[in-house]
């Protein structure tokens, strides 16, 4: 005996119900694999900043070439959002009420959402398809030797 009811094209119908939800799920994996990724070369960027800011003469020119070395890097690695670079001078607490002297770092980018842009803009209030974010890094200045 056959029922009544026929399923035929259940499956179809099921399939176009959870197809966007997994074509979803998959693009916010690689977003958020793109994103982290971005989020490692801006923080490469000002280690490798902060390692130049360090030597001796290097804040001439207003840390020009050190924010010179965090642009080309940034580019290099393919990143194409705006970046901005901050280089200063900061006292290092090393103990015993004494302070070293150090240079900090800091890199805010722009990262432009690709699958996800608008959704993203919705979930952060902004309706814009960008995250602005800022890494850092800090390093004491290396001194030259002093005699007695």
Do not use: W
């Not at 966007?20 to 690689?30: D, E, K, Y």
């Not at 001078?89 to 103990?95: D, F, K, L, R, S």
């Not at 150090?102 to 919705?122: A, P």
């Amino acid at each position: 005996m056959r029922s009544g009811h026929s399923e035929r094209g259940a499956a179809l119908l099921e399939l176009a119900i959870v197809t966007p939800v997994l074509m979803l799920i998959f693009a916010g994996i690689a977003e958020s694999g793109l994103f982290f990724r971005s989020v490692e070369v801006t923080q490469n960027a000002a280690r490798e900043g902060v390692r130049l800011a360090a030597l001796p003469g290097s804040e001439y020119n207003n840390y020009a070439v050190v924010d010179a070395r965090v642009a080309e890097y940034i580019t290099q690695s393919g990143l194409t959002g705006a970046v901005t670079t901050t280089t200063s001078t900061v006292a290092i607490p090393i103990g015993g009420g004494l302070n070293a002297n150090g240079v900090q770092v800091t890199v805010t980018y722009t990262y432009n959402c690709l699958f996800l842009g608008r959704v993203i803009g919705l979930m952060n209030g902004t309706f814009v398809p960008t995250m602005t974010y800022q890494t850092g890094a800090l390093m004491r200045t290396e001194m030259g030797a002093v005699g007695p």
